[in-house]
C-alpha cells in the first residue's frame, strides 16, 4: 500500500502517467506535473490562496468567449507567449524576429491591392505604410502573401466592437516583383490590452499597467521561407520598455515619419497631417527538416 | 532599451513585478512565473502545443460552473490538492491524517442527533457508522461538530442531482460527553469522478481510470483545536492504490464489516444485510501561534 504525503506525492502522481500511450504528451504533463508541485513547495502555498488561485482561474474561463480569450491575456501578461515564440523562432542573425501573435488576428480577412487602405473606415490619422520582403541573401521575395491588422486611434482592434459588419485596419495583400508593398492605414497608438477582467485585476495587484506600444501586426508567407509573425514598433512610444505582453524587441522598432498635410508618398494630396514608415522584412529559409512540420502547421487564433 | 529574448524574458518578466505591495504575491507569482517559463524551457514547449494548453484551459473554464468545478478536479487528479493538503496539515504522529476536501461539500448541512439517519433517502445498503474524537493524549472530546458526506450506491452526491430538494447522505452531529457518535447512512462504494469533461479526456489520454476507492468524509471541528478534514477508506476496495485524486494515506482505511439481516449495532432488526464501521479521529491541539488564523479561515467549497 503506498502511502500519499508530501514527501512521495510527486513519484505517485508521475508513476500513473506511465501508461500514457503519447510519450510526448508523457513528457509534458510529467515536467509541468513537477513544477507545479515544486511551485507548491517552493511557496509553501497555503489552503487558502491555493482557493483564491482556482477562483482566479473560473473567473478566467468564464469571462472567455468566443470574441475573447483571457488565457492568452494572461500567457502573454505572464511573459509565457512570448517565451514561446521565441523558443520556437530561433533564427540566424539578420532575419527580421518575430513576437507574440496576440489575440485579435483573424482568418479571411479582406484581399487589397498595393496603394489601397486598409483602414476601411477605422478611426485615426493617415498612416502610409512601404516594405519589402528579402530572404536574409537580400534578394526580393515576390508574391508574398502579407496580413496586417492593427488597433485603431481609441486602442480598439475592430473585432473588439459589437456588430460591426465588415473588417477595419486589416486586410492581405501581396510583395511586388521587386519585393515591395505599400498601403495607407492608420497610425496605430498605444492602447490597453482588455483590462477590466481578471488578468487586468492581477495586473493591478501587481503594480502594472495593461499598456502596449503603438504596433503594426504582420504576418508574412512566401514559398521556401518560414513563417513570419512578428510587429513593427513606433520609436519613442512611452510603452517600449514596459509592454504589457513583453513583445518589444529591439529591431522591431522604427521611425514613423509624421508629416504635415500636403503630398503623400503615394503621390495623393493629404488635407490632413499623415505619418509614413517603412520597414524591411528578412525572411529565414524553410530548411527540409522544418519544411514537413510548417506545411502542416496551423495559425493559431483565438478570435477564430 | 532592453531586448526581450528567450534568455532574458523570465527576469524582465520578475523585475516588473517590483512595486507588487503585497510581498505575499510578489513571492508567489515570482516562484510562478519561474517554474511556467522553466516548463516551457525543458520540454521546448511547441506553439502548437501551447495553443493546445490555452484551449484545455478554456473548456475547464466553461464546464465550470457553480455545481460543477471542473478547477478543483484538475488540480485534484495532477495531485496538487493533495500536496496542498498535506502541506498545510502536518502534524504530530498519532493524529489522524488529513486529505482532500474533495467538491463535494455543502454548507448548512441538516443537523442530526446521535442515532439518526443521515442517509435521507439516498439509495445504499445501510451502514451503521460509530467513532470517537479524542486528542492525542486520548482524552475524549465532547461537543465536537462532525460534519459527514458521502456518495450514494451509484456514486452521486447529493449535490449531482438535478433539482433534488433536500440533503442525502450529509448532515452534521455533535459527539457525546464520552466523545463518541453513531450514526445510520448507506455503504459508500468506489465511484469515478466526473470524467465526461476535459479532466476526463486528460486522464484517458494518460492512461488513467477515473475511479476513486469508497469512502466517507469527514470534517470535525472543536475549541482548542485545528479542523480536521479526512475521509475514512474502505478496507479491500480495488481502487486504493489508484485513487485518481491520490487521496488514500493508509492510517485511513478501515474494515468495514459486512453482516446478514439481523440485529443491527444501534439494537434495531435489519430486515436487509448492512455494514458497518468504527473509527477514532485524534484531532491535534491547536497551538497558540496557529489559533488566530484558524479563527478566520474559512471552509472553501466548490459547490457554495
Known amino acids: 500500500m503506498q502511502n500519499v504525503d508530501e514527501d512521495t506525492i510527486t513519484q505517485i502522481v508521475l508513476a500513473r502517467h506511465a501508461n500514457a500511450a503519447d510519450g510526448r504528451l508523457r513528457q509534458i504533463m510529467t515536467n509541468l506535473v513537477q513544477h507545479l508541485h515544486s511551485f507548491a513547495r517552493d511557496v509553501e502555498l497555503t489552503e487558502e490562496e491555493w482557493f483564491k488561485g482556482i477562483q482566479f482561474l473560473a473567473d478566467v474561463g468564464h469571462i472567455t468567449d468566443d470574441k475573447r480569450q483571457e488565457f492568452i491575456l494572461l500567457s502573454d501578461t505572464l511573459g509565457l507567449s512570448m517565451l514561446v515564440t521565441a523558443l520556437n523562432n530561433r533564427k540566424p542573425k539578420g ?19 498595393n496603394g489601397d487602405n486598409v483602414a476601411n473606415g477605422a478611426k485615426g490619422e493617415s498612416c502610409f505604410v512601404s516594405g519589402k520582403v528579402t530572404g536574409l541573401d537580400g534578394k ?3 508574391d508574398a502573401r502579407i496580413e496586417v491588422w492593427q488597433a485603431d486611434s481609441d486602442g480598439f482592434y475592430d ?11 486589416r486586410g492581405m495583400l501581396r ?3 521587386d519585393g515591395t508593398f ?3 492605414s492608420i497610425t496605430a497608438e498605444s492602447y490597453p490590452i482588455p483590462h477590466d477582467g481578471p488578468v487586468g485585476r492581477m495586473l493591478q495587484a501587481l503594480g502594472r499597467h495593461p499598456w502596449r506600444p503603438a504596433h503594426l501586426h504582420f504576418m508574412i508567407e512566401a514559398p521556401g521561407y518560414e513563417r513570419l509573425i512578428t510587429h513593427v514598433f513606433r520609436s519613442g512610444d512611452e510603452y517600449l520598455n514596459s509592454d504589457a505582453v513583453f513583445g518589444v524587441r529591439s529591431s522591431l522598432i522604427v521611425d514613423w515619419d509624421h508629416h504635415e498635410a500636403g503630398q503623400a508618398p503615394d503621390g495623393s494630396e493629404s488635407a490632413t497631417p499623415f505619418s509614413s514608415l517603412d520597414f524591411t522584412f528578412v525572411l529565414n529559409r524553410l530548411n527540409a527538416n522544418a519544411a514537413a512540420g510548417a506545411a502542416t502547421s496551423k495559425v493559431v487564433s ?3
Open 95 to 113: 532575419c527580421t524576429e518575430s513576437t507574440v501573435f496576440g489575440p485579435f488576428f483573424v482568418e479571411d480577412a479582406p484581399e487589397y491591392k
Open 140 to 142: 526580393a521575395v515576390a
Open 159 to 169: 473585432v473588439q466592437y459589437e456588430g460591426l459588419a465588415g473588417s477595419q485596419g
Open 175 to 177: 510583395s511586388q516583383a
Open 182 to 184: 505599400h498601403f495607407r
Open 302 to 304: 483565438a478570435t477564430a
